[in-house]
């Protein structure tokens, strides 16, 4: 038993690898916060008054400061266990188990943290939105980033460690609006666009850029497990924001391997994998994201 529980660690820090190259919202990870109790989060809130005037008989005008712990519950707790029959595995030279792992995070499980994530930023009420273009309207892209960088310049946000998650077509049309010069000795061209005003550009493929999904429960008619856009929604054009407006909370990943021998139920590997987190929007820094989407719903 030893043995897989040092496989498991082992492969588990793989997969936390491929997970982060692989999902484009990991970024977004966060890890100030302090758990209380089974499925809850807390994150400390601060609100405070402004200046008053200063009086020379009296001094200084009293003020508050609001210092409180905000408790969220975690909502997603997913995961797969899957057989792999020890002849497979044999006959295939350790191909069907060494890949599965890395396969299904990549494949299976960014692409739906991803989905979730976006979906829930752009399905919260109160953040700043630019008008809803079909993606073939948009004169400018650029003009509609650049306003989306008004739009947080004027609440304030901070400039630095901005991100601008774009979605691959929304992000040609970007390329488009920028003019390069080109230096005969160049032998190569490079278009792509890694920082736009300060702000990280991460592309976002569109499947994973949808303002409403389903997550499929892996049964009850729903057995290919994963998400599908909801019943009615729009693709995300892009969403801009600023880190602090949003947290992702991982409360357990768990990878478990059992081999042949310790399979109580088959001859070959089970692997267990389980994801219990949540992505949340923080109420007091709704002015650190702007979205813009399609307007009309997808078919």
């Not at 953040?127 to 008004?150: C, F, K, P, R």
């Not at 590997?269 to 002015?287: G, H, Q, S, T, W």
Request: net charge negative; charged share 20%.
């Amino acid at each position: 038993m030893a043995n897989s529980i040092a496989l498991a660690q082992k492969y588990l820090a793989i997969l936390d690898e491929v997970y982060k190259q692989a999902s484009k919202s990991s970024v977004l990870e966060s890890g100030d916060i302090k758990f209380v109790g089974a499925n809850a989060v807390q994150l400390y809130k601060t609100s405070m008054q402004g200046m008053g005037d200063y009086d020379r008989q009296n001094g200084f005008v009293g003020g508050d400061v609001t210092g409180a712990w905000e408790t969220l519950t975690l909502n997603q707790d997913r995961g797969r266990s899957f057989t792999i029959d020890a002849m497979d595995n044999e006959e295939t030279l350790g191909m069907a188990f060494g890949t599965l792992a890395g396969e299904f995070i990549r494949t299976q499980v960014a692409p739906e943290v991803d989905a979730y994530c976006f979906s829930k930023i752009v399905g919260t009420d109160g953040i700043q939105h630019g008008t809803h273009d079909q993606l073939a309207d948009i004169a400018s892209m650029a003009n509609e980033v650049d306003a989306g960088i008004a739009a947080l310049n004027e609440k304030e946000v901070p400039d630095e460690g901005r991100l601008l998650f774009i979605s691959e077509k929304a992000y040609q049309k970007l390329q488009g609006n920028i003019t390069r010069q080109i230096d005969n000795s160049v032998t190569g061209i490079n278009k792509t666009v890694e920082m736009y005003d300060g702000c990280r550009v991460i592309r976002v493929p569109q499947a994973r850029f949808l303002s409403a999904i389903t997550l499929y429960n892996g049964k009850s008619g729903q057995a290919a497990g994963g998400y599908v856009g909801a019943a009615t929604n729009y693709n995300i054009h892009f969403i801009l924001l600023h880190p602090s407006a949003v947290k992702r909370i991982t409360k357990h990943a768990l990878l478990r391997i059992f081999a042949p021998a310790e399979n109580q139920q088959a001859d070959g590997y089970k692997v267990d994998y389980r994801l219990y987190y949540d992505e949340f929007i923080m109420a007091n820094k709704l002015d650190g994201i702007y979205f813009l989407r399609s307007d009309v719903a997808n078919a």
